[in-house]
């Protein structure tokens, strides 16, 4: 069982960054691939990007290209996202996800955070 656990959401303006965190709980971190996902209002869960077992390589939805940076810290259990040039459409409950490789993540994750929100104003 890996247990997730997301921080770091919240309001900021258009155009400011956040950070996002999400602990985990397992011996075996450095065993899974890690991503993001979001859910804005009235919309499905999308996906946001994704990292390797071992840092790399990154993958990312289109719409975060250049904006988004996925990376972890194995040592600490944890795994990040940076967030700059934040747009109103990125306003979203952000998921942390852990899956066995990062196809398993892009289809179904194995195990899901219960979400942090980010809320960006215009």
């Known amino acids: 069982q890996v247990q997730l656990v997301e921080s770091g959401g919240g309001l900021v303006q258009a155009g400011g960054s956040l950070r996002l965190s999400c602990a985990a709980s397992?011996?075996?971190?450095?065993?899974?691939?890690l991503g993001w996902f979001r859910q804005g209002p009235g919309k499905e869960r999308e996906f946001v990007a994704t990292i390797g077992w071992n840092g790399g390589p990154a993958h990312y939805a289109d719409f975060v290209k250049g904006r988004f940076t996925i990376s972890r810290d194995n040592g600490k259990n944890m795994v990040y996202l940076q967030m700059n040039g934040l747009k109103p459409e990125d306003t979203a409950v952000y998921y942390c996800?852990?899956?066995?490789?990062?196809?398993?993540?892009?289809?179904?994750?194995?195990?899901w955070g219960r979400g942090t929100q980010v809320t960006v104003s215009s």
């Open positions: 996800a852990a899956g066995l490789s990062q196809v398993v993540i892009r289809r179904t994750p194995d195990y």
């Open positions: 397992t011996r075996t971190f450095s065993s899974y691939a």
